[in-house]
């Protein structure tokens, strides 16, 4: 596996994490193909969401891959009216990652982040490693605090 912006950020901050990798298909982008690649239920897999808040600017929300993001919730959360999501090919000039790789850790600003309340109910939850078919698993707490993420209700 390589080793990625935010393998080496969490392996400099001391943070426990183990890897997945599986078989990137560009026919099947669900979250869903990667939890079941990595033999985890979709609840524990989450996806990284970049969206555009009309005060606040570019957030950050991490959610269940087998979830929608609610955006009436993303924007309370964020302190804002109104939340949208970025368009696809503005993800790599604000984050440094491409769609199916984008990773809540190591993104080229430090962001406000966002992640589902659910994330608390395990052990480990498994994240985009920052590459295609490249997965991080950590303990919810130790991304949480490393990613200095709000804890909310986000889904629908």
């Keep these: 596996m390589t080793k990625t912006n935010a393998l080496r950020l969490l392996t400099q901050a001391?943070?426990?994490y183990r890897t997945a990798s599986y078989e990137y298909d560009e026919s099947d982008l669900s979250g869903g193909k990667a939890a079941r690649?990595?033999?985890m239920p979709e609840e524990q897999v989450f996806k990284?969401?970049?969206a555009r808040g009309e005060k606040r600017g570019i957030l950050v929300f991490c959610i269940p891959v087998c979830c929608t993001l609610d955006l009436k919730?993303?924007?309370k959360a964020a302190g804002d009216k109104k939340?949208?999501?970025?368009h696809m090919n503005e993800l790599?000039?604000?984050?440094?990652?491409?769609?199916?790789g984008c990773s809540p850790v190591g993104m080229k600003k430090a962001y406000p982040t966002f992640?589902?309340?659910t994330a608390q109910l395990y052990d480990?939850?498994?994240v985009s490693a920052g590459a295609r078919g490249q997965q991080v698993i950590l303990p919810p707490q130790e991304l949480i605090d490393y990613a200095q993420m709000d804890v909310c209700d986000l889904t629908e």
């Design 37 to 39: 690649a990595i033999g």
């Design 124 to 126: 480990e939850i498994a």
């Design 14 to 16: 001391g943070v426990p």
């Design 115 to 117: 992640i589902d309340e």
């Design 92 to 100: 790599l000039p604000l984050t440094g990652y491409i769609r199916g």
């Design 73 to 75: 919730k993303a924007a």
């Design 48 to 50: 990284t969401l970049v």
């Design 83 to 86: 939340v949208e999501l970025v």
